[in-house]
């Protein structure tokens, strides 16, 4: 179904928001964009977006606003304070509109979000996305968004147009639990990965011929095919930062405790993590992890 044209804001230009961006436009719509640097909306006011001077000012002129940052904290002063006090989200928000964040944050604060806008009309979904800057490039991000079924409703031809799988998985912060476990079974994943290629190099066995043969059996994953694929050719570089998958597995640490669910894997990957974010490789791949192993 082909969304009607609507007034969109959109805050979180990087590597997914930009593309993002493009999709609702070509899409149709007339969308808005705030960076706390001007030079960050270059592309998008390129692409036909318009520069708002605030978030409250992006949000008077928005009918549904997405945000996607980094850190909870980050999104909690973009929509409840703003720069200087009156600049968030909250204060432009009109009765009726929404808030769709798809960052990665902690399910806490989707909710505690979701609640100071709730008492001024607002609605809201906590809709992050797996797929990297490939998938926002592309427009088949997964998105898993937790929120009232019928805010779903309304919001999914846009989730169309910037995601391929778009699953509702309940009310709000559900969206922020599933992102959690796919955080922890794919980091879980490069661990083994590493641990693989590391016992290939003990035993003098090329790691690239081991994983061609693992790419045609029951391990075959896009894990295996991506990051197996960088540490092979020890490709280190950054697809995704791993200080991100650091910051992932904080949250998911975090909501362990509450929960007093024991997660015995994600806690030894939590480990390594720490490790890897010692040995001053945050802002390169988290294929470092084999460096971790070999360090």
């Known amino acids: 179904m082909k969304a009607e044209s609507m007034k969109i804001g959109f805050i979180g230009l990087g590597v997914m928001g930009n593309p993002m961006v493009q ?13 706390r ?18 978030p409250a000012e992006l949000a008077r002129h928005s009918d549904i606003v997405f ?36 960052s990665t944050i902690a399910p806490t604060m989707a909710r505690k979000i979701a609640g100071h806008l709730a008492i001024r009309g607002i609605d809201f979904l906590d ?18 968004a ?14 169309e147009l910037m995601g391929k799988t778009i ?51 029951s391990a075959g994953s896009r894990v295996l095919d991506f990051f197996g694929d960088k540490m092979a050719r020890r490709d280190f570089a950054a697809g995704i930062e791993a200080r991100l998958h650091h910051k992932d597995y904080a949250l998911i640490m975090d909501e362990a405790a509450r929960a ?15 490790a890897l974010m010692a040995s001053g490789w945050g802002k390169e791949d988290t294929s470092n992890l084999l460096r971790v192993l070999e360090k």
């Open 23 to 35: 999709h609702l436009i070509k899409g149709g719509h007339e969308v808005s964009v705030w960076a």
């Open 37 to 54: 640097r001007e030079a960050s909306a270059a592309d998008a006011v390129a692409n036909g977006a318009t520069f708002r001077a605030s």
């Open 67 to 102: 945000t996607i940052i980094t850190t909870g904290d980050d999104v909690e002063q973009v929509v409840l304070n703003g720069t200087s006090g009156e600049n968030g989200l909250i204060h432009g928000l009109a009765r009726g509109t929404v808030h769709v964040d798809m």
């Open 127 to 144: 809709a992050p996305v797996s797929g990297g800057g490939m998938g926002a490039q592309n427009g088949t991000l997964a998105i898993m």
């Open 146 to 159: 937790g929120g009232k079924p019928e805010v779903f409703a309304r919001i999914k031809p846009l989730f």
């Open 167 to 217: 699953v509702h998985v309940g009310p709000t912060g559900a969206g922020q639990i599933t992102k959690a476990c796919n955080q922890m079974v794919m980091v879980a994943a490069i661990q083994a990965v590493a641990e693989a290629a590391h016992l290939a190099a003990a035993n003098k066995v090329d790691f690239a011929r081991v994983m061609s043969a693992m790419q045609a059996g």
């Open 260 to 274: 007093g669910a024991p997660l015995p894997i994600s806690a030894q990957v939590w480990q390594q993590l720490n």
